[in-house]
């Protein structure tokens, strides 16, 4: 079965500063990957989705861009944060165009 | 284009009552529909899906959903209420006649009350 990973739980960040927040998948290959943003517990916002090694495709213009260096690995980065980057950060998998796993997910809040 | 919409913010229930979770949606060809549930600080969870075949999905958690095509509806239902199902739901909706993403609903946040 397939397994998703995602770190840092938690993270505490100064407006300005960098971002990575990475995603591995186990128990997959060449699954579709995608990032989501929820705010406020709320609505699911799509940043960014992945069919392949090195294909990005993104849904919100933004100052966040995210990467696929490997099948498994999904990471999703920021140059500089801002305040409205808040908010809880989920990873999932879709092995087919079907249901998609979500990972537990990162909680980042930006000071 | 394909859309999904929950139009309760919040339900409410009672333990041991039914209840319903209302989900609406427009795909333009035959829709694959999902329902997932959120607890507080974690990731979403799958609980079933309708591709196709019986209109009635049974899924996790003692959770079932009926596909009414009339009505464009996909309404999550539960016979018997937990205090312990109290959490965000989400309906989500896919064109099958492609490969166009899964679209969320706005969530529906269910309060169970002892």
């Known amino acids: 079965s397939q397994t998703i990973h995602q770190w840092p739980a938690t993270l505490v960040q100064p407006v300005g500063s960098p971002l990575s927040l990475e995603c591995t998948v186990e128990?997959?290959?060449?699954?579709?990957l995608y990032w989501y943003r929820q705010a406020a517990g709320r609505g699911l916002q799509l940043l960014f989705y992945s069919v392949g090694i090195g294909q990005i495709s993104s849904e919100v213009p933004q100052n966040l861009s995210a990467s696929r260096p490997q099948d498994r690995q999904f990471i999703l980065s920021s140059k500089k944060l801002l305040l409205s980057d808040s908010g809880f950060y989920l990873c999932a998998l879709e092995p087919e165009w079907d249901e998609q796993f979500f990972g537990p997910g990162t909680r980042l809040t930006v000071l | 284009a394909q859309s999904v919409a929950q139009p309760e913010d919040q339900v409410n229930v009672a333990e041991g009552n039914p209840l319903t979770v209302k989900c609406t949606y427009s795909v333009s060809g035959n829709p694959y529909l999902f329902w997932y549930v959120q607890y507080p600080n974690r990731g979403l969870q799958f609980l079933l899906k309708y591709i196709t075949g019986d209109n009635l999905v049974k899924g996790s958690y003692g959770f079932e959903a009926e596909f009414n095509k009339s009505q464009t509806s996909f309404h999550l239902k539960k016979p018997s209420a937990l205090v312990s199902d109290s959490a965000l739901y989400f309906c989500a909706v896919r064109d099958g006649e492609g490969t166009d993403k899964l679209i969320f609903g706005t969530g529906t946040r269910l309060q169970v009350f002892p």
């Open positions: 128990g997959t290959s060449n699954p579709n």
